[in-house]
């Protein structure tokens, strides 16, 4: 967001607003988190039905997840413009509808381009609900009561990817997995009623908006993710032609970037060692994490047949590992400082994701419960290190810049994650395969990505020695 004046009246006033006096917004907030944060894991568990359905292959709604993935990551440098342009309350109440408005229309697709179309609509959405919810609680309260505010609203949005696989599960197999995106509607028109009764109407200071940077961004993010889901299609001439142009499309947003006084991303950032390490090392890190949710999901269902309900409790402990995790991130930081700790921990999620093909870990369910247990804890660890490790070297004033930044590289490199872990699925599996060659299929693809993890543990150790921990964690982000 940009940088609150000290002088306004209207922060001055509400800078020390209590929590008791404010439960309705941060209700809504907390809602929103929660809202944003299911969704990006609901559909896993849920996509075989959903293909089956749409009459598509499961693989193929690998495009269902990375659209709306890369949706959020393209529109959130949108978000603090169009915030101090417009105001908090109306902005907070159009991403509730357009989230709103999206799901219903997921839950009534009737073909794979009408589920696309409308996770677009969703990720438009949920893309500004946790930017302006976190601006407002940095305006709203004092740094003593921000620290709680944001950690009783990130509550539910940790909540939201343990409780997401079984949620899908269970409503694919015993009533419609429609309902996966319908049940968002009554907590739409709720979040509208409070947002009319507690959002205050906030603004910053407005500046210059980006539109040519944020069309060039933006252009090229979609062509490259497309051009992967024409190679994994085996329609090589499109996907040379889309990587050609994403490519030629980010190269023209870096040198407008370079000469823009207003940029959507501020590169120069990336002069500063620690936040180009943190942002690089992370995209590694996600190319290699982020699609084993979505294949997890097909090999347990398709491959060892387990379902929908079995599969999504198998992949939960992920999400609670990550919740138990949180309070030992911070003292191991300042005990091994960001080096030694990204190193070896990088190290142990490749591991993780590599133990997935052991022979042990083939369709057992007692063994991958442990191994999606393990992977949480160090994911975890990963996640809010790196997370904090992109702002430890930077100036406050460069705060919301790097804000801005890290979440769209981390939502970016989370969609080309699902779609590199599909393209290597499908390059090791034939078409129309039987059963069967998903086991085989999800094992080579599994060691594939936990070499991406490899070298994000040599990206980390070019941190300096020993590197101290300046400040305490709170990280407020949640299992990105």
Known sequence: MAPMNASDPLH??????????????????????????????????????????????????????????????????????????????????????????????????????????????????????MPIGRYVLIRLFGKHDFVAAMSLVSIPGLLGPMLGPVLGGWLSEYASWRLIFLINAPVGVVGLWLNARAMPDLRGVLRPFDGFGFALFAMGSGLLLAASEFASDDMPAPALLGAGLGLLLCIGFVLHARRSAHPINDLGLFRVRSFSI???????????ASGLPFLLALYLQIGCGYSPLQA??????????????????????????????????????????????????????????????????????????????AFVDLAPAQAGHAASMTSTAQYLSMSFGIALATLLMGAFMPAHAPAAEYLHAFHATVLALAGSCFVSALVFMRLRRDRPLRARVDDPDTAT
Not at 278 to 287: D, E, I, K, Q, V
């Open 312 to 389: 999504g409790l198998m992949m939960a402990p992920q999400a609670l590992a990550m919740m138990a995790m949180k309070p030992l991130i911070d003292p191991l930081l300042r005990r091994y400082g960001y080096r030694r700790t990204l190193y070896v921990n990088t190290v142990l999620v490749g591991a993780v994701l590599a133990a997935f093909a052991l022979p042990v870990a083939r369709g057992d369910w007692l063994a991958i419960t442990l191994l999606m247990f393990a992977l949480g804890l160090v994911m975890s660890l990963q996640y809010t290190a790196m997370n904090t490790l």
């Open 12 to 129: 001055d006033r509400l800078e020390h607003a209590s929590l008791d006096s404010q439960r309705p917004l941060l209700w809504l907030i907390a809602a929103g988190f929660f809202m944003q944060t299911l969704d990006s894991t609901i559909v896993n568990t849920a996509a075989p039905s959903i293909a089956d359905a749409l009459r598509a292959t499961p693989l193929s709604m690998k495009t269902a997840l990375t659209s709306y993935v890369l949706t959020l990551a393209v529109c959130i440098p949108a978000s603090a413009w169009l915030t101090d342009r417009f105001g908090t309350r109306r902005i907070y109440a159009a991403s509730v509808l357009l989230f709103t408005l999206g799901s219903v229309a997921c839950g009534a697709a009737q073909t794979l381009p009408q589920m696309i179309a409308a996770r677009v609509l969703q990720g438009i959405g949920g893309a500004l609900l």
């Open 278 to 288: 943190a942002l690089l090392g992370s995209l590694f890190t996600r190319l290699g």
